[in-house]
């Protein structure tokens, strides 16, 4: 059974870079067509799609963050990672590691992060 | 981008009652892209529905998608305690992923 869970730091400064790590078990994070994404939930609010790397290394992300996302995957590790930088308290949200085709299948238990200082 | 409006915000129904929950997409989305996930209070989401109609692995019957185009609806047919949640629908295209705004089922 495939799981994923993300780890990192809970709390965050302003302007800090927000960094992220997602280390999935149970399958290879490079042996499949799959999409690997973060996906972010702000309190009480609903989803919102960060970005996403696919199996070969190329990265896709949502145009509203993009200036400020970056996913890299280390397959050595089984592992993928966000980070996010010149942070907000709008930044504030579960983090959520999923794997993606068109669907989201497989989610992580999400993590809590907070900005502030 | 395509945006999901769904709709009601909160739907308040007893157990036993039908549930309809609608997704609108700004532009038509590929049925095949269509998806319906739930997510209960401190749990992620749990993908549904997919490809419009499909439902995932282990989901009960009591739950159908259906729709096309820009017009997609998720029904519960009969109401269970655990059905009591946020639904989101999401769509894909060009590597690129949306959700709606949600909608919560409360009990009424």
């Known amino acids: 059974q495939l799981q994923l869970q993300e780890s990192g730091p809970g709390l965050v400064k302003p302007s800090e870079t927000l960094s992220l790590t997602c280390t999935v078990s149970?399958?290879?994070?490079?042996?499949?067509?799959?999409?690997w994404g973060w996906i972010r939930q702000p309190p009480g609010k609903g989803l919102e799609w960060i970005g996403s790397?696919?199996?070969?290394?190329?990265?896709y992300y949502n145009p509203s963050l993009k200036s400020r996302v970056t996913i890299s995957v280390d397959t050595s590790k089984n592992q993928f990672s966000l980070k996010l930088s010149s942070v907000t308290a709008a930044d504030t949200a579960v983090y959520y590691c999923?794997?993606?085709?068109?669907?989201?299948?497989?989610w992580g238990q999400g993590t809590l992060v907070t900005v502030s200082s | 981008e395509i945006v999901l409006t769904q709709s009601p915000g909160t739907l308040s129904l007893s157990p036993g009652e039908r549930a309809t929950l609608s997704c609108r997409a700004s532009?038509?989305?590929?049925?095949?892209?269509l998806a319906w996930y739930q997510q209960k209070p401190g749990q992620a989401p749990r993908l549904l529905i997919y490809?419009?109609?499909s439902r995932a692995t282990g989901i009960p019957d009591r739950f159908s998608g259906s729709g096309s185009g820009t017009d997609f609806t998720l029904t519960i047919s009969r109401l269970e305690p655990e059905d009591f949640a946020v639904y989101y629908c999401?769509?894909?295209?060009?590597?690129?992923?949306?959700f709606g705004q949600g909608t919560k089922v409360e009990i009424k």
């Open positions: 490809g419009a109609s």
């Open positions: 999923a794997r993606m085709e068109s669907v989201l299948d497989y």
């Open positions: 999401q769509q894909y295209g060009s590597s690129s992923w949306t």
């Open positions: 149970g399958g290879s994070i490079s042996s499949s067509s799959y999409y």
């Open positions: 790397i696919y199996y070969s290394g190329s990265t």
């Open positions: 532009q038509s989305v590929s049925s095949s892209y």
